[in-house]
């Protein structure tokens, strides 16, 4: 293993350094502190600090829940059961609310897509108040021959709750940062 000795002490400048009965120049004759340089604040640096991505990545995994229930809501009941199966709502809002996970997954490495972001997020909300409408009216209405789908309804409802809570948070974050960059 290599070693070196090599003297740390702060000398003056008429002070010469003595080794093994050689004149040596110390290596370093002043020391001065360098200035702290700020970093460059990136694009959306405030907004990507509130990690808009963990948000994207909860909408992608209620999208997918969403999806599932769809699909064995599709499978398992009649079609004029219930407005839920008749107009597709979980399918419909699953996979919305897995292309807005995606863009808000993918914001930090495009900044430009914060009104796309915005736009989509915005539309989710739209897209869950109306579905949980759907959903309300079905279970008014509900049949009860078809009580063990009655629970998966209700999950569903509880599912657009979360994705509506998650969407209008990212919204405010979105509307936020784009004010902020116009002016």
């Known amino acids: 293993m290599a ?8 000398h003056d400048e008429e002070e010469q350094l003595h080794r093994g009965g050689h004149q040596q120049l110390p290596i370093i004759r002043y020391y001065q502190a360098s200035d702290m340089i700020p970093d460059e604040r990136g694009k959306l640096h405030d907004l990507l600090q509130k990690h808009p991505a963990v948000l994207g990545s ?3 995994v209620s999208g997918l829940l969403s999806v599932g229930i769809g699909i064995l809501f599709a499978a398992t009941q009649e079609m004029m059961d219930s407005l839920f199966t008749l107009c597709r709502v979980s399918h419909l809002t699953g996979m919305l609310f897995i292309i807005a996970g995606l863009v808000s997954n993918v914001l ?3 900044p430009a897509l914060l009104s796309v972001c915005l736009a989509v997020n915005g539309g989710c909300i739209i897209v869950a108040v109306l ?4 959903i309300s009216v079905d279970l008014a209405r509900w ?3 078809h ?3 009655l629970i998966m309804e209700v999950l ?11 969407s209008a948070i990212l919204c405010f974050w979105f509307a ?4 902020a960059k116009s002016m």
């Not at 569903?156 to 998650?166: A, N, R, W, Y």
């Open 131 to 134: 579905a949980a409408c759907l």
């Open 108 to 110: 930090f490495k495009y």
């Open 58 to 60: 909860l909408q992608i």
């Open 156 to 166: 569903e409802l509880c599912v657009l709750m979360l994705e509506g809570f998650v």
């Open 176 to 179: 936020k940062e784009k004010r």
């Open 147 to 149: 009580n063990q789908h």
């Open 143 to 145: 049949n009860p021959d």
């Open 3 to 10: 070693c070196a000795e090599v003297d740390m002490d702060i």
